[in-house]
């Protein structure tokens, strides 16, 4: 699986936009780009993922770049909810015996009132 | 909206006793995780089961077994706790042949005596 960077913490005022930055410059064709967060004291949730085209759930949206080297979570409307750990993890297909989740360190946001 | 459940958010135990861990999701999946998370050390996977009474080794299974008898259901048993056991258990459930898209429980924080 290809390494991501992520930086350590980021801050948001409520009620703006909050993107979370992440680079995978060695991500390979097959490998997808999934976001999960985790808020404190609770388990991992799913937000979103996605292969190479932008994609847009009920939580947030995914930007990759055209060269597939990087991409940014974006929560249109950061609440004091969103405040989390958020991780950005590069997969390929499954297959094998490659089940297990690997999350890095992550960046913890922070919304501010 | 996918729910996993675990039995208990926190749990004392003391050195040899037997603990059970469960954990139930609702939506048919057929894979269910156990993994603990540390401080530094990340998510660590126990043990994976992709179909009832079938399971395999995740990275760090010694001192632990597990039960799937029925699809809903996957349990963790501490055979013997020991004090380097305490930890955040957490339980993750997803669909055949999405192993990358997992639902999380809220976590059981064990602390063992």
């Known amino acids: 699986d290809a390494k991501t960077t992520q930086p350590p913490s980021m801050d948001c005022a409520e009620g703006r936009a909050a993107n979370l930055p992440c680079n995978h410059s060695t991500i390979s064709g097959n490998e997808y780009v999934y976001w999960y967060r985790q808020i404190h004291s609770q388990g991992p949730q799913y937000i979103i993922h996605?292969?190479?085209n932008n994609e847009t759930n009920e939580m947030a949206s995914l930007i990759i770049t055209e060269d597939r080297k990087s991409s940014t979570l974006i929560l249109p409307h950061a609440t004091l909810r969103d405040t989390a750990v958020y991780y950005c993890i590069v997969r390929g297909n499954s297959g094998g015996s490659n089940y297990k989740l690997t999350f890095g360190k992550g960046t913890l946001l922070t919304v501010n009132p | 909206d996918v729910k996993v459940t675990q039995s208990s958010r926190y749990l004392v135990k003391r050195t040899g006793e037997k603990v059970f861990l469960e954990c139930v999701q609702d939506m048919d999946h057929e894979n269910m995780f156990w993994y603990r998370q540390d401080p530094g050390l990340g998510l660590r996977l126990i043990y994976f089961?992709?179909?009832?009474?079938?399971?395999e080794k995740g990275d760090i299974p010694e001192g632990y077994s597990v039960s799937r008898e029925k699809k809903e259901r996957f349990s963790l048993i501490l055979e013997s706790a020991s004090t380097n056991q305490t930890s955040m258990y957490l339980c993750?459930?997803?669909?055949?042949?999405?192993?990358?898209?997992?639902?999380f429980g809220p976590g059981t924080r064990l602390l063992v005596l």
């Open positions: 996605g292969l190479k």
């Open positions: 993750a459930s997803s669909r055949q042949g999405r192993l990358e898209t997992q639902y």
């Open positions: 089961s992709y179909d009832v009474k079938m399971k």
